[in-house]
Nanobody
Framework: QLQLVESGGGLVQPGGSLRLSCAAIGFALDSYAIGWFRQAPGKEPEGVSC????????YYADSVKGRFTIYRDKGRNTVFLQLSSLKPMDTGVYFCAADRLSCMAPVDKYDYRGQGTQVTVSS
């Protein structure tokens, strides 16, 4: 069974940090572009960050630049998203998705998608 599993979400105060994990089960992540998205209640998914198939390129939404970092650990078959200086506007369900070709694919066209992990930023 091929799937992506996210973990690492939780409740954190403004200014705090979290590290989200996206682990692949049943396939190797190292040849896929991996995108992180978030979805707030009643809203469409928003692209947060992406790492290209070769790790040569990383992309960030303007709202998270300088605060979030995406990186891949091939040995653990996992892509991480480090969240720092968190704000209440960062609240949402964060999910990862894998695409064989590119970070530019629409979210509903990615090859695999995880179920997501909840991030809540509140005092």
């Amino acid at each position: 069974q091929l799937q992506l599993v996210e973990s690492g979400g939780g409740l954190v105060q403004p200014g705090g940090s979290l590290r989200l994990s996206c682990a692949a089960i049943g396939f190797a992540l190292d040849s896929y572009a991996i995108g992180w998205f978030r979805q707030a209640p009643g809203k469409e998914p928003e692209g947060v960050s992406c790492i290209s198939t070769t790790d040569e390129y990383t992309y960030y939404a303007d709202s998270v630049k300088g605060r979030f970092t995406i990186y891949r650990d091939k040995g653990r078959n996992t892509v991480f998203l480090q969240l720092s200086s968190l704000k209440p506007m960062d609240t949402g369900v964060y999910f990862c998705a894998a695409d064989r070709l590119s970070c530019m694919a629409p979210v509903d066209k990615y090859d695999y998608r995880g179920q997501g992990t909840q991030v809540t930023v509140s005092s």
